[in-house]
């Protein structure tokens, strides 16, 4: 093929990228490839195909490619940087995005990139540094105003976070990403009707697939906090789609079962999707598989390892095996850890959540039942005797934290400081039931407010979720945060109180908490006003005490 030849390829290749048809555009890029190895924007085309369809380990290949060739180009080098992000490669985008400043130190997206290098590697004040540099020279960077309020967001600071987005979109009214880190300041803030009105005017033609992902994902919480579970619900289902960050390819033999179809007469597999929290809270759903009007004609599921005995004991008579999750290319894929035996009728499947619009159209559609998890009775009776051994009172088990606090999550959870009214209460025998790293919490009751938590003997509180759930069960309380330990105990009938802040999705926009109608919510009605919050919490266990 001709010169011409290659550059007619790479141009229509460019059509079918700029359209988001990254498969066509590949296709054409690699037939360019095939003529002339030394095609630089043939792997150019290649690798942002890659990368925009979530191929990380293609792009990351098809950048190398492309930089073998040119070695110092700028857009090659952020590329790599991006890539290395999406790959928690943080130290690597480092380079990558030093590298790109190096020749073009007026280069606002590698700033950009390595501000989030740096944030990744837990240097945080790095990052707002090199941002506040930028702008000091370059103000008229609404990308850098727009990164930076982002960066304060996550550390709590909505007024100055506001200020950041305001002035991006002053520079660039119609710049996307600060639209919708706006959008989303709003609803963290507690005003969710503005937050909707504000995504739903940000408009998807041009956007990424990702982009376009992760703005319906907003969506969908905002309209499910709302109550518009018919909407929510709609938008929820892109929590599944290729380009949504952080998604799950299903792996799993046999015909996926589609919303709206019938399941009478299914023989369906439920698989366990996200979190394990949201693994445990959809699986409020199966007992109405089984005895309902939407029984289909057999039930087999599909959850993580950590679950299955609790689930066997839960729902006799159902198959219960376990899923896995692997990382492939930058993308996480969930497969049956036991293959299904070959010559067995393949079943219809679904993940869990994929049900929610067809059985829980409403909130009034939330059956009203104290538990839908059965604990071991044997071991609630040997942590009922541990108890019994402590001083008289009531006897509590305290969460705070989720696994994963980073970024926005961080404002989804009070400091631990702020349970101090709580743990003031006499007359309470405070038990840990936290997982993950919480030596210095312990500490901080013990040292500084003089209360011991107990940590129950021999249980490994992130692994052994039969001895969590048995522990839950004994105790007369629960009170914390929507973790997976919470949501273990509250399925299991735990007495509970839930605190949440005021853009949590999951309370569907009613007074009482749908999933777990015995919980008793503490929700935060304006963003950070946890003292308010953890007073009523201490007033209602002093109560509790006393009667």
């Known amino acids: 093929m001709t010169r011409a030849g290659v550059d007619a390829l790479l141009g229509q290749a460019l059509k079918h990228l700029d359209a988001f048809r990254t498969e066509a555009a590949a296709d054409l890029a690699r037939q360019a490839l095939a003529q002339d190895r030394a095609s630089g924007g043939a792997w150019r085309i290649l690798a942002l195909a890659a990368e925009t369809s979530g191929d990380l380990t293609g792009a990351l290949s098809a950048y190398e490619g492309a930089l073998a060739l040119d070695p110092e180009d700028a857009a090659l080098l952020k590329g790599l940087a991006r890539i290395a992000l999406d790959l928690g490669m943080a130290p690597v985008a480092d380079a990558f995005s030093r590298r790109a400043l190096a ?30 540099a930028h702008l000091t020279e370059r103000p008229e960077s609404p990308e850098v105003w727009n990164a930076l309020g982002l960066l304060i967001a996550d550390r709590g600071d909505l007024a100055s976070a506001q200020t950041f987005f305001d002035e991006a979109l002053r520079l660039a009214p119609s710049l996307t990403p600060a639209r919708f880190n706006a959008a989303n300041l709003l609803m963290t803030r507690g005003e969710t009707v503005k937050a909707l009105a504000a995504l739903e005017r940000i408009p998807q033609t041009g956007l990424s697939p990702r982009d376009r992902a992760t703005l319906v994902f907003s969506r969908a919480c905002a309209r499910l906090r ?96 376990s899923h896995a999750t692997r990382e492939t290319g930058g993308r996480k894929v969930r497969r049956l850890s036991t293959p299904s035996n070959e010559g067995e009728p393949t079943a219809a499947w679904a993940p869990m959540a994929d049900l929610l619009p067809d059985l829980r159209p409403s909130v009034s559609t939330f059956p009203d039942r104290e538990r839908f998890l059965e604990a071991d009775p044997g071991q609630v009776r040997a942590w009922r005797e541990w108890l019994a051994t402590e001083p008289p009172g ?95 105990a509250a399925a299991c009938g735990a007495p509970a109180w839930l605190i949440t802040a005021p853009d949590a999705w999951t309370t569907l926009g009613a007074a009482t908490y749908p999933w777990y109608p015995r919980v008793r919510m503490f929700a935060s009605q304006t963003f950070g006003d946890w003292e308010t919050v953890f007073q009523s919490v201490a007033d209602a266990l002093a109560e509790r005490v006393a009667g």
């Open 103 to 132: 020749r073009n130190p007026e280069d606002a997206e590698a700033v950009c990139l390595l501000s989030r290098a740096l944030t990744g590697q837990g240097q945080g004040d790095g990052a707002v540094e090199v941002l506040s």
């Open 394 to 488: 009531l006897r509590v088990g305290l969460l705070w934290k989720s696994g994963l606090m980073s970024g926005s999550r961080n404002n989804a959870f009070a400091p631990f400081e702020t349970w101090a009214p709580v743990l003031g209460i006499p007359g309470v025998t405070f038990v840990n039931l936290q997982y993950g790293d919480c030596d210095g919490e312990i500490a901080f009751a013990r040292d500084a407010l003089g209360v011991e938590i107990r940590t129950p003997e021999g249980l490994d509180l992130k692994q052994d979720l039969e001895g969590v759930s048995a522990l839950s069960s004994a105790l007369d309380l629960v009170i914390g945060v929507s973790n997976a330990s919470f949501n273990l």
């Open 226 to 321: 709302l109550g518009d579970l018919s909407g929510g619900w709609r938008d929820y289902a892109v929590r599944n789609d290729p380009g949504f960050p952080g998604s799950a390819n299903f792996d799993i033999p046999g015909r996926r079962w589609r919303a709206g179809e019938a399941l009478k007469g299914e023989d369906l597999l439920l698989v366990g999707e996200q979190g394990l929290g949201d693994e445990v809270m959809f699986a409020g759903l199966i007992p109405e598989l089984l005895d309902g009007p939407h029984a289909p004609a057999s039930l087999a599921l599909a959850v993580e390892p950590r679950l299955v005995s609790l689930f066997q004991r839960s729902f006799p008579g159902v198959p219960v095996t």
